[in-house]
């Protein structure tokens, strides 16, 4: 086992338990790192693994170091600048999605403001036609006047047996 074997594991273990709690409290950033974690350690993992393997062929056939060395090192490159991107798009996805969701909180909350803004207003003109309309209309206050004082006389008197 290498350095990059090990480095590997931790990383890779240590992004299994960052995306955990990332869960738990339900931080999307956290969940994302703890994957681009997960992604990187796993491949530092399987360049060290490959890494060994390679000695392993050196000691065997001493002939093919040199080249063998070299093309485990662009692949290591390769890997690591994968996996780096690959991080770069998840939080520029994650970036974006956030962005959007606020987006559309606003939204909901200004057309919500709209709604309250045209509820009060039709309360306001009902209240205006209701008032227009009783004010115009001689009998609708005699009516209620009615209504008034019959309810008055019984709640002071109650119900005779």
């Not at 409290?25 to 890494?51: I, M, T």
């Not at 050196?58 to 780096?84: C, T, Y």
């Not at 520029?92 to 969701?101: I, K, L, Q």
């Amino acid at each position: 086992m290498n350095k990059n074997e090990l480095h590997g594991g931790a990383r890779y273990l240590g992004g299994k338990v960052e995306k955990a709690v990332g869960d738990a409290v339900n931080s999307r950033e956290w969940q994302v790192d703890g994957v681009v974690d997960q992604v990187a350690g796993g491949a530092e993992n399987l360049y060290g693994r490959a890494r060994s393997v390679a000695e392993d062929a050196v000691d065997a056939a001493p002939g093919f170091v040199d080249a063998a060395k070299e093309r485990l090192r662009d692949a290591g490159d390769a890997v690591s600048d994968a996996a780096s991107r690959a991080g770069d798009r998840a939080h520029d996805v994650a970036d974006r999605a956030a962005g959007r969701a606020q987006d559309v909180a606003d939204r909901a909350a200004r057309r919500a403001h709209d709604v309250a803004d045209r509820a009060g207003d039709a309360a306001s003109h009902g209240a205006a036609r209701v008032n227009a309309t009783v004010s115009h209309s001689p009998a609708i206050w005699a009516l209620g006047a009615a209504v008034g004082g019959y309810l008055l006389g019984w709640l002071i008197h109650g119900e005779r047996a």
